[in-house]
């Protein structure tokens, strides 16, 4: 959620950092600041405040901050509230000045160490630790910038996305990437840095995409990167200052953009927020743990998409946090008998976050003794998020489509981080926490693959061009699966589409089955396959016509009444948002013949502001 805006030219860098700022806004924030190298006798000019960056805008202009080097920062709340001394930039004697995304989970153990080497902390920051630690190691080691942040970085534990500079050495800026994204904005006698491309589109088209373990020393005209402690190049990429979120650029719909989106999507949430072995809970906000710790219970309140990203919750909070959840629709939330649990943890999911019926639960749950409010949201400005104890932001970017289809994969993403934290309480052990995070950091890689279904599902979708109903069918958490794939169909192709427990068949939809009635079935390798399997002969023996997703592992075979699209294999816990996707694929390409309007499916609307 945080920014990083960082410059080193021949001009003044001020205004080039502002407006830097200003374009990460929708990242979400509660702090600003910025530093810069005084043009006379080389001191550090430090600035910061709270709440929005028009704020620090005005501060900069009565101070008249200058400079041609500069680091500037919005945060978000994890250590330490939201004061001006936890803001960044963070300094070590006047002297190391640092911006830093992510989160250091070993900080007090380096807190404990620099304290008895009398280093004085002003901030409850984790951040603070690495300029003392850097200015520590450079002073007693009499080494340089470079040589100080790689011996520091070493021994740091967590994710980190950090720049630095030193007041001594005024023509250099120091980045690193662990975790957390950096990039290189390449300019003509000048360059920058930030956390996101977009923070830079003003003054450059083109960028150097830092990969994972790099470390990068920028000045005015080169840019050297080291990986490993080898010396490597890496590709300047050109992004056109035109291309934006509401472009829909080589593809025909948004949908379809958006969908192809997720890999990306969901990397971009999960940075940050996972180790190489754990998740770093402390990303879910300040006092997260506290909270977390008195959690026994969950409610979950959401609408439409999000409710079923919530139903896919419910199975992995029981299943791997040993906790009971119930799901409730929001517009139907307020309306019943509630029966508070103590020690419930209240959850809303939204995606613009200012779906009325989802915010009408969360002011409704106030009457109720939960222990906090959290919030799953893609809009770090909304109305739920403001008003939630704690939130956790998708970070899918801009969602123009109707159908929601990115910001589903990364609410279901922080999902599963929810349920891996609250997991520890109840014991679940760190080596089967250490395989669900290897297991999350595989799941851009499998989304990915799982897109190369695209054009066979576009040759089966001709297939619905006549057809006026369907049925999905699913069996634990691909129940869920396959409310969610019925919704994408009806909505955006107006099928009459509905989604049924494949074991509740024989209890009366089996009674809708014939050679007319295309049903859809997802089938992951997993202990409900067999009697998946008994279910889906069911449909065959009425002359049903069968499309099943099934993982590839399980060799599923078509046949003259099934057709089998074979779903790249994945483990258990993933499988709900693999076998999403080429739910998603199917309704587009159905939508695309019968030739409706994809993008703006007709009587609805993209965020539901009204109850």
């Not at 470079?146 to 740091?156: C, E, P, S």
């Not at 052990?429 to 190369?452: D, G, N, R, Y």
């Amino acid at each position: 959620m945080c920014g990083i805006v960082c410059a080193i030219a021949q001009r003044e860098v001020r205004e080039i950092l502002l407006e830097g700022l200003k374009r990460l806004e929708y990242r979400g924030y509660d702090s600003a600041g910025m530093v810069t190298i005084g043009s006379e006798r080389n001191q550090l000019q430090v600035i910061k405040s709270i709440g929005k960056v028009a704020e620090l805008v005005n501060a900069t202009q009565s101070k008249k901050i200058s400079g041609r080097i500069g680091l500037a920062h919005t945060r978000w709340a994890t250590h330490g509230k939201p004061t001006k001394a936890n803001a960044h930039p963070h300094v070590s004697r006047n002297e190391i000045a640092v911006v830093h995304n992510g989160i250091i989970e070993n900080h007090e153990v380096f807190r404990r160490g620099l304290k008895k080497k009398g280093y004085k902390f002003s901030s409850d920051t984790d951040t603070e630790i690495i300029a003392h630690a850097i200015h520590c190691y450079k002073s007693e080691h009499k080494s340089s910038l470079l040589q100080a942040v790689n011996a520091v970085i070493k021994d740091l534990s967590g994710a980190y996305g950090l720049c630095v500079f030193d007041k001594r050495n005024p023509d250099q800026i120091i980045a690193a990437r662990s975790g957390s994204p950096l990039i290189i904005g390449v300019g003509i006698g000048e360059n920058f840095i930030a956390s996101d491309p977009a923070a830079l589109g003003q003054v450059t088209d083109r960028f150097v995409y830092l990969e994972e373990g790099d470390v990068a020393l920028i000045t005015l005209n080169d840019v050297s990167i080291w990986h490993k402690s080898r010396r490597v190049k890496r590709t300047i990429t050109t992004i056109p200052r035109s291309s934006s979120d509401s472009d829909k650029g080589k593809f025909q719909h948004f949908m379809l953009k958006e969908i192809y989106e997720q890999p990306k999507s969901i990397r971009e949430t999960l940075i940050g927020r996972i180790s190489k072995t754990k998740v770093l809970e402390q990303a879910f906000g300040l006092n997260a743990d506290k909270v977390f710790d008195k959690v026994k219970h969950v409610q979950i309140v959401a609408c439409g998409t999000s409710y079923h990203a919530g139903l896919i919750a419910k199975y992995w909070l029981e299943s791997v946090a040993k906790l009971s959840c119930q799901v409730d629709v929001a517009s139907d939330y307020r309306y019943r008998s509630i029966v508070s649990h103590p020690g419930t943890l209240f959850v809303t999911i939204s995606q613009s976050g200012e779906t009325a019926d989802t915010l009408a639960a969360l002011k409704y749950s106030k009457k109720f003794s939960y222990v906090a409010s959290l919030s799953i949201c893609n809009v770090a400005t909304s109305a739920l998020v403001r008003e939630s104890d704690l939130c956790l932001l998708t970070m899918a970017g801009k969602e123009v489509g109707v159908a929601s289809t990115k910001a589903f994969s990364t609410q279901l993403s922080v999902l599963l981080l929810l349920s891996i934290v609250l997991g520890r309480r109840s014991g679940l052990p760190a080596k089967e926490e250490k395989e669900l995070v290897s297991q999350l950091h595989q799941l851009p890689t499998l989304i990915e693959k799982t897109l190369k279904l695209d054009k066979s599902i576009k040759t089966i979708a001709k297939q619905f061009s006549k057809k006026n109903h369907s049925l999905f069918l699913g069996r634990g958490a691909q129940y869920p699966v396959a409310k969610e794939g019925a919704l994408k169909l009806k909505e955006i192709s107006y099928i009459h589409a509905e989604a049924y427990q494949a074991g509740e068949l024989k209890h009366g939809p089996l009674a809708l089955v014939d050679n007319k009635m295309p049903v859809i079935a997802v089938a992951p390798n997993n202990d409900l396959l067999s009697k998946l399997k008994a279910n889906l002969s069911e449909v065959s023996a009425r002359g049903g016509k069968l499309y099943v997703f099934a993982d590839e592992s399980i060799k599923y075979k078509s046949d003259k009444s099934c057709k089998v699209i074979n779903v790249p294999s994945c483990p258990e816990i993933l499988a709900p948002l693999v076998f999403t996707i080429p739910l998603q694929l199917l309704a587009y390409h159905v939508a695309l013949t019968k030739g409706t309007d994809v993008d703006h499916p007709r009587n609805l609307a993209k965020s539901v502001t009204v109850e």
